[in-house]
């Protein structure tokens, strides 16, 4: 109950500010946003049973969930993560993973890099358990950057769940990265449902393009669009 009271406030806080327009209240409210930040494209599968829906209705309250944020303000970029969902940065036609997958995969492989197990380990079974989830009783951690990076003119965020980078191969995302801003999103997740992966899992991924803009004679690097696509089971 706590938790969803914290969630509740922290979530009304950041729209009240995200969308403040005023120079009255906190000294940070118009610095959250520089200039128009949006949604350009949301795809929603067809059939789809959660649209249109109050989070009442799809009983959110009692269920466990991943979490995966990126918050970028005077052009750097900060991050953090509960679960598997990752973030990974497009720069200079190279993709680089930025957050650690807390599961049960994670924590084999670190062992058997400190030859605490050995090789055969990676075959576990249950590799993809994940260890840290939103809504857990046991304290919770949180994989999160040290400290900001800065964001550079051409740079693209993405954030995404596992069906996503659990089928494709990181060259091919990188490849798809690639593509013209318009293409990214719809690419990713076409390309994921094509591979008819037996088991298939939700698809989502939002991707962030950095453009450098002017801002009253001013050069600054914000995130300019947002583009959304989810699919899969």
């Not at 009255?24 to 494209?41: C, E, T, V, W």
């Not at 719809?186 to 992966?197: G, S």
């Not at 939700?202 to 947002?226: F, K, P």
Request: charged letters at 25%; proline letters at 2%.
């Amino acid at each position: 109950r706590q938790v969803r009271s914290v969630s509740m406030k922290l979530e009304s806080t950041f729209m009240e500010n995200l969308t403040r327009r005023e120079n009255s209240g906190p000294a940070y409210a118009r610095k959250l946003q520089g200039r128009d930040l949006h949604i350009a494209r949301l795809t929603l599968p067809e059939g789809s049973t959660w649209a249109g829906k109050t989070l009442a209705q799809l009983h959110i309250g009692g269920r466990n969930s991943v979490h995966v944020a990126a918050i970028v303000r005077d052009g750097r970029c900060s991050f953090l993560s509960v679960g598997d969902s990752r973030m990974y940065l497009y720069r200079g036609g190279q993709l680089i993973l930025l957050t650690r997958d807390q599961n049960r995969g994670a924590k084999i492989d670190m062992n058997i890099a400190l030859g605490r197990l050995p090789e055969t380990a990676r075959t576990d079974a249950k590799r993809s358990a994940i260890t840290a989830y939103m809504g857990m009783k046991e304290r919770l951690t949180v994989d999160r950057s040290s400290q900001s990076f800065a964001l550079g003119d051409g740079d693209r965020i993405a954030l995404m769940s596992d069906g996503v980078f659990n089928v494709l191969s990181e060259s091919e995302m990188a490849d798809i990265m690639g593509l013209p801003e318009e293409q990214v999103a719809n690419e990713m997740i076409d390309r994921t449902l094509a591979k008819h992966h037996p088991m298939q899992d939700n698809c989502s991924i939002l991707v962030i393009d950095v453009r450098r803009v002017t801002d009253e004679g001013r050069h600054t690097d914000e995130a300019e669009e947002a583009t959304v696509r989810t699919g899969g089971g």
